[in-house]
């Protein structure tokens, strides 16, 4: 997650417009500390000076040496960010923490997501949870919102959605848009409230409205499902479209369909291919099996059964029930690959496995053709596979991050 930039807020409240650089200056070069934060930041930001971020490191470091919190907060978010200096995590939190033990209230948070994330810093949640309630019970937004998430997660703290409502609500009613999404999904789901899809839809417009992929892609879940108000797919295409622009997969994906079946939109198949591929390029598994089969048939792109095997292959290795459905059916006839009736085998039974009810007669198909060898041969590899996902969902389970 991008973390707050320390550098654009520790000044607020200063009227730097009507601030005398001149005569600040010479009290820098006199030694006064604050003097010396201020030059730091007006060069940092450019305002009223040349912006220079090596002449900002440079007051900034000095200021700071004599204990300005100000200073410090801004020399770790220069050093997190590669700014005037080597990009270095490990400087940074070490500003970071001066600051934040200075009651710096952004550094708080910043040093929060350092441990987090575990970024110049050995991976603590306990320890983020500390800096990020710091922070959050001074009213700053972001640790509010941060808070919020490890109580959701469980991160630190034991899981607890109503302490994760309770602060979500706190950032969200300061207008910060990633807590109003996530207080929509808490009332969508019902998790630390009761459940409410008008509050839910209340909350992503709120969020939406400014501009938040997320929560733009989820007001159009709500249009297009008819979750809380009549089903519009005229409005749910307006907002997918929104969020898509902005890359969001799913969003992508979802906007592909409605173009691929003339829903809320012009029916279209080149717009629908052109939005499953930018989908698909990041890995989202569902658009690529879609790709694959617009490019089998032909449909919005010209007909490769090359490009659609591959696309199939990287849906199937992800976990895709239908692409392992579909990739056994091609290895099983030979069609755009060399028949092999053990791969077959292999990805009928994984499908099956996840709920695809066509793999099962297609597998018994395929195990009349089999050789006994063949078919122990298919099981082992599909054991394997099998295993293969299973731990790559476990270990997915404990790396989630705070979402942007």
């Known amino acids: 997650m991008d973390n707050q930039s320390v550098g654009e807020t520790s ?7 009507s601030t005398d650089v001149a005569l600040t200056m010479a009290l820098a070069a006199e030694g006064d500390p604050g003097a010396q934060a201020m030059i730091g930041y007006l060069h940092l930001v450019g305002q009223g000076v040349e912006q220079d971020d090596v002449e900002a490191e440079k007051w900034l470091w000095r200021a700071a040496m004599q204990g300005s919190a100000d200073a410090a907060a801004n020399l770790g978010w220069m050093h997190e960010n590669g700014r005037g200096v080597e990009r270095d995590d490990g400087e940074a939190a070490k500003w970071y923490r001066r600051a934040a033990e200075s009651g710096a209230v952004e550094a708080q948070t910043s040093l929060g997501w350092m441990y987090e994330s575990g970024r110049g ?4 949640d306990a320890e983020a949870v500390k800096w990020f309630r ?8 972001h640790a509010q919102y941060a808070l919020g998430f490890m109580y959701e997660n469980g991160r630190g703290v034991l899981q607890d959605f109503t302490e994760a409502e309770k602060w979500y609500r706190f950032a969200a009613e300061q207008g910060l848009a990633d807590a109003q999404n996530n207080l ?9 409230v009761d459940q409410d899809s008008f509050e839910a839809i209340d909350w992503f417009r709120r969020a939406a409205e400014q501009g ?3 929560a733009e892609n989820n007001l159009a879940v709500m249009y297009a499902s008819g979750r809380g108000m009549p089903q519009d797919f005229g409005e749910a295409a307006k ?20 173009c691929r079946h003339g829903c809320g939109v012009s029916q279209d198949d080149a717009d629908a291919a052109c939005w499953y591929r930018r989908a698909a390029e990041q890995g989202y598994c569902q658009a690529q099996t879609a790709l694959g089969l617009m490019h089998w048939h032909g449909r919005g792109v010209a007909q490769d059964h090359a490009e659609a095997v591959l696309w199939f292959q990287s849906a199937a ?3 895709d029930p239908h692409a392992q459905n579909i990739i056994g059916l091609m290895y099983g006839v030979g069609k755009g690959v060399k028949r092999d009736y053990v791969v077959a085998y292999m990805w009928a039974t994984i499908s099956r496995l996840q709920g695809e009810e066509d793999g099962l007669g297609w597998r018994r198909l395929l195990a009349g053709r089999m050789t006994l060898t063949q078919l122990s041969e298919a099981k082992r590899l599909a054991q394997i596979e099998w295993a293969r996902k299973q731990l ?12 942007a």
Do not use: N
């Open 317 to 319: 290795a992800q976990g």
């Open 392 to 403: 790559h969902s476990a270990s997915a389970m404990h790396g989630d991050e705070i979402p």
């Open 11 to 17: 000044a607020l409240g200063r009227d730097e417009t």
């Open 134 to 141: 710091c922070a959050a019970e001074q009213g700053d937004a």
């Open 121 to 124: 810093v050995s991976p603590d």
């Open 184 to 192: 929509g999904t808490m009332y969508e789901d019902g998790r630390g």
């Open 212 to 214: 938040d992929a997320l």
């Open 239 to 258: 907002w997918y479209k929104r969020a898509a622009e902005q890359g969001q997969a799913s969003a992508q994906y979802a906007f592909g369909l409605l």
